[in-house]
């Protein structure tokens, strides 16, 4: 765009900040500006914690979840209910339902989804490491709610079939219409879905 | 939003990030969720470029633009008009009018502009530093490219008022209808003053 370059700092950075989701060069850009005109102190202060989240955050050794323990509080928690595992994708999906104050039990945060055509398989997601924590600490009941994406779909059905296949008792998250919507405004494959698993009670 | 706090150090990161232009929240959230999750190296050459670009790009002596060197390439090269001196507010700006190529002058960057509802008078930024640099090295003519803000008309009104008093030729890049707009989308304030700066040639 320019017609002299940036000074190479300058540039590294934006193309570093380029790397965020969600974060053109334009942006990019604009935020380096900003943070080295207006806001420097605020700079340092991303730099620091960046650091400090990559040094003193490490995974739970239950659920996997970012934590500075060895085992987070959830699974710490002897208000849980142990006998219950839900099995999501990303921590920030588990902030979700913790947000929805609908769930009590444990969680396994998966950290990704069996993404074959991105080359990652049941091996590269460590999922040896689920079947272990559901072998060490037995549960009544493992909660699927991946995504309802093709990846997070795959993830489910591998999981499943794995899971049954010790004897676990395996279910997964309702899929329908969202609360709060008009039927107009839905589209077609989720009223399909809605209508296939409709209840009786 | 969260039953369950964030971990310290993801909360610091977020918080950090949160202070990022245009970044709320629930972004910043995400993008530290992604960075500790799918991109540690990314993250890490996000911190590292920050702590390069905070110490070792300076202020160019002559215009005030980021450079590692004292003088940066534009104030140092002799290909450049030198009697023609663009005043504009930020780094991000002088990049703009660069991109089109339709300046061969030298530039002034304000690094901010004179904003007395946020407590940002002519001595804190620093202006002094433009009439030294303009009595130092005297040029033909002063173009004054801050924005049509606000802040901007009133830095450029400021200026302007000084820089006429020591005798010198100021002027004020052109407001009007933008290129390739239709007259039916460009609002009524821009019509007006296309309409006021008519040109006759």
């Known amino acids: 765009m320019a017609l002299l370059p940036d000074p190479e700092p300058l540039f590294e950075l934006i193309e570093a900040l380029n790397t965020l989701p969600g974060i053109g060069k334009r942006t990019a850009r604009r935020m380096a500006y900003h943070l080295l005109q207006y806001d420097r102190e605020g700079a340092a202060k991303i730099s620091e914690t960046i650091n400090q989240a990559l040094n003193e955050l490490k995974h739970c050794q239950m659920c996997n979840s970012f934590t500075t323990e060895d085992i987070c509080p959830i699974c710490a928690s002897q208000r849980r209910d142990h006998s219950l595992l839900c099995v999501v994708e990303t921590a920030a999906d588990l902030n979700m339902i913790e947000a929805s104050h609908g769930y009590h039990g444990l969680y396994y945060v998966l950290m990704g989804k069996v993404s074959p055509l991105d080359g990652v398989g049941a091996q590269k997601l460590n999922l040896e490491r689920l079947f272990h924590r559901v072998l060490d600490y037995p549960v009544q009941e493992v909660i699927l709610a991946t995504n309802f994406t093709a990846e997070g779909e795959t993830t489910a059905h591998y999981l499943g079939n794995v899971l049954r296949d010790q004897g676990i ?33």
């Open 169 to 201: 008792k395996v279910s997964r998250i309702a899929r329908g219409v969202p609360s709060g919507s008009e039927l107009e405004y839905v589209d077609a494959g989720t009223i399909a879905w809605a209508l296939t698993e409709r209840r009786t009670d």
